[in-house]
């Protein structure tokens, strides 16, 4: 029973969490573009960004295009986890969240990556360059944990009812 009551607290606490990220990162969004470049200037979109892109094989703007979608992936795939777990006793969303998780891990820890790699590769950034990436990477680093224990605590529970119906035949 205890380990029911502390699975329950712990699907509330990653609802709440993906909830959190999904209406922070929309404020955030909304605040960035309601207000003039200097003023947030360490949540802004950092010009290595930008500068990135032909070290991918891109062009600029293909840097920033893949920024975009990763973002909407981000907010579309954190949206539907939230739903996901608000719906995780349907065995179907559970396993649909699960994958949702995972693919969502893989978004954050890509961006965790870039950041991350940015900070240990140049070391003449921009001291507000260094400050944004620190803040991304940090934030990154946590949603990517998030999803991970989704995913986790997901997939055992999916693991959990195969085995019942397995035992029950």
Known sequence: MRLLNRRAKLVDLLKYAHFTFFTGTLSVIGL???????????LRIPSNLQGAGPAMGLPSLGSLTLYHWLLAAFL????????????????SWRSFTSTLSLANALVA??????FALEILRRASLDPQE???????????????????LT????????????????HSL
């Open 32 to 42: 960035l573009h309601a207000t003039d470049a200097p003023r947030f200037a360490v």
């Open 76 to 91: 579309v795939l954190t949206a539907l986890n939230a739903i996901g777990l608000h719906l995780q006793n349907r065995s």
């Open 109 to 114: 820890g890509t961006v965790f990556g870039f």
């Open 130 to 148: 260094v400050k944004t990436a620190v803040v991304y990477s940090t934030g990154f680093a946590f949603i990517l944990l998030v999803n991970l």
């Open 151 to 166: 995913f986790s605590l997901l997939a055992r529970r999916e693991r959990i009812a195969d085995d019942e119906v397995i």
